[in-house]
């Protein structure tokens, strides 16, 4: 089976920056692309950013020039700096990332973390 953890959410005021990880673990063959979705309370989940395994990346409309996704490829880990946060950041903030392994080892899946909660405070 595959996991995807997430690290680093935590109550933050506005203005304030927060990084969050998320590492692959498990039966894992090979990771695609990795990207950043985040849910409130009532609303849809929706994508944050999303990076490939060429490093192409892309943004949220809501997020552009405040938030950066990366990865390190060989730690199995993909990272979203989050600069200049704003009360409507607040959201649960889940990993997700297309894995060939786990029940499936010939073909990529879809994995998603458990999440983790950031808090921006007024």
């Known amino acids: 089976q595959v996991h995807l953890v997430e690290s680093g959410g935590g109550l933050v005021q506005a203005g304030g920056s927060l990084r969050l990880s998320c590492t692959a673990s498990g039966n894992i063959i090979s990771i695609n692309d990795m990207g950043w979705y985040r849910q409130a309370p009532g609303k849809q989940r929706e994508l944050v950013a999303r990076?490939?395994?060429?490093?192409?990346?892309n943004y949220a409309d809501s997020v552009k020039g405040r938030f950066t996704i990366s990865r390190d490829n060989a730690k199995n880990t993909v990272f979203l700096q989050m600069n200049s946060l704003k009360p409507e950041d607040t959201a649960a903030y889940y990993c997700?990332?297309?894995?060939?392994?786990?029940?499936?080892?010939?073909?990529?899946?879809?994995?998603w973390g458990q999440g983790t909660q950031v808090t921006v405070s007024s």
């Open positions: 990076i490939t395994t060429d490093g192409s990346t």
């Open positions: 997700n990332a297309l894995v060939r392994g786990g029940y499936s080892l010939s073909r990529p899946l879809s994995y």
